[in-house]
């Protein structure tokens, strides 16, 4: 089983609003990430997780925070938002072993709306 | 450091005939090298990855990709191309101990009838 789930699957928020994305995944990988991907463009990764602990920030502005709660567990908490951000919002993970060498397998995403 | 270039953000076949994706890559050490699908408000599916073994690599839904190391290429192919072909396409590249995928812009696929 290769299945990472999100949820939500469509978020619809006001600019002054506090959500939170979720992530779940159970097939024992180590390495999870977030990625935002705008329309008709690749995926740009945002934040990676490595044996729960934050290993790789990509300049991300504050507005989003990240959480690895547990290693089955991934979330991406959304406040003080900008429509800019209005996007389809992918999680990953990846077995343990050096970085790189793994396949990420992604979730189906969260498409989000800022209004 | 490791970049992805696809040529041609879109490419439109006949159902029946093949399917050509080009990709070229630069890395300052052996590759790993993934196709991934996306089909319409999905996310990311592997259709195959190169990580250093056999050359031809074979991949789901009849895909498959030649590694060639002297035109840094990792082009993917599919003798006969379907309907349910119909979707976006990344080439991406990353490089042992880094968690980073450098992914290309993407190829449009289309399929007609």
């Known amino acids: 089983d290769t299945e990472v789930t999100q949820t939500p699957k469509h978020l619809v928020m006001g600019m002054t609003n506090k959500k939170s994305l979720k992530c779940e995944q159970h097939m024992g990988h180590r390495a999870m990430y977030w990625y935002k991907q705008k329309a008709k463009k690749p995926p740009e990764l945002m934040f990676v997780?490595?044996?729960?602990?934050?290993?790789i920030n990509e300049s991300v502005p504050s507005r989003f925070s990240p959480e690895c709660p547990n290693s089955s567990l991934l979330n991406l908490h959304l406040h003080a938002l900008q429509p800019e951000d209005s996007a389809l919002y992918l999680c990953?993970?990846?077995?343990?072993?050096?970085?790189?060498?793994?396949?990420?397998?992604f979730g189906p995403g969260t498409r989000l709306l800022v209004l | 450091a490791q970049s992805v270039t696809q040529l041609g953000s879109h490419v439109s076949v006949s159902e029946g005939t093949p399917v050509l994706l080009r990709c070229n890559y630069s890395?300052?050490?052996?590759?790993?090298l993934f196709w991934y699908v996306q089909y319409p408000n999905q996310g990311l599916q592997l259709l195959l990855k190169y990580t250093s073994a056999a050359t031809l690599v074979k991949g789901i839904n009849g895909f498959e990709a030649e590694f060639k190391k002297s035109e840094t290429s990792f082009h993917l192919t599919k003798p006969s191309a379907h309907m349910s072909d119909a979707a976006e396409y990344f080439c991406?590249?990353?490089?042992?101990?880094?968690?980073?995928?450098?992914f290309g812009a993407g190829t449009t696929v289309t399929v007609r009838a």
């Open positions: 890395s300052s050490v052996p590759p790993y």
């Open positions: 997780y490595s044996y729960e602990k934050l290993s």
């Open positions: 991406a590249v990353s490089e042992i101990g880094d968690y980073k995928l450098s």
């Open positions: 990953a993970s990846s077995r343990p072993g050096q970085g790189g060498r793994e396949t990420q397998y």
